[in-house]
């Protein structure tokens, strides 16, 4: 009798885990954000519940690309660390140090998750901050204020942190093509799969509800082919 319990409990154990959600970690910017839904919630953001027509007719969370993909996915939300107007490397809009907020300074605060989606890029195009060389070691801190080289620590960082966790890097559309073939140089460097997004509609620079909706259609057609 104990050998059929035990046996049942087996059966239980390895159903419930083979039923288990993966759990999808974002690390982004304003593209991301959503009022009440990032750790942590001191971030800026982009994304209000409060209906602004002027910024973007998107005001429920419901309709952000992340929420489509998690919920139409069958995933888990982890945790949503993006904070508007970020860029990878430590330099801001008009040569400032922004630190505080680089993809750099947040790339340890994203928990346990099982995949990890990166989407970032655009302030670095936006800002016109420096490029810099292709560099794939000896990173010193003045290098993390150039693009490659920064986007070069950012992901040799991530797959050293996160071992047994599947790492995207989604990468905006209508951008400077010099950054866009950055990041497909150094994500190929690193093995990190890339998402180039098309066609995305946007209002103010900023997906709308109709590119929200092309956004999630094509990260999730992508994680589908893993």
Request: hydrophobic share 35%; charged share 20%.
């Amino acid at each position: 009798m104990r050998t059929i319990l035990s046996l049942l409990l087996l059966l239980c154990t390895v159903s419930t885990y083979g039923q288990a959600k993966e759990t999808v970690a974002i690390l982004g910017d304003s593209y991301s954000t959503f009022e009440g839904y990032l750790t942590p919630d001191s971030m800026e953001i982009w994304y209000h519940k409060a209906s602004n027509p002027q910024q973007t007719d998107v005001t429920n969370v419901r309709q952000t690309w992340w929420w489509q993909v998690i919920k139409e996915g069958g995933y888990k939300l982890g945790i949503n660390n993006s904070w508007s107007g970020a860029c990878i490397c430590n330099t801001g809009y008009n040569d400032a140090d922004a630190t505080y907020r680089s993809f750099l300074t947040r790339l340890a605060a994203l928990g346990t998750p099982d995949i990890i989606l990166i989407f970032g890029g655009t302030n670095d195009a936006w800002a016109g901050v420096p490029l810099g060389d292709f560099k794939y070691q000896d990173i010193k801190l003045a290098d993390k204020y150039s693009f490659r080289p920064a986007l070069s620590y950012l992901l040799s960082q991530m797959t050293e942190r996160y071992p047994n966790t599947d790492i995207y890097f989604i990468s905006n559309c209508d951008l400077n093509e010099a950054y866009t073939q950055s990041i497909h140089t150094v994500c190929r460097h690193y093995d990190i799969p890339v998402i180039q997004l098309h066609d995305v509609s946007k209002q103010n620079g900023h997906p709308d509800i109709k590119g929200m909706q092309t956004i999630a259609k094509q990260v999730l057609s992508f994680l589908k082919k893993k």
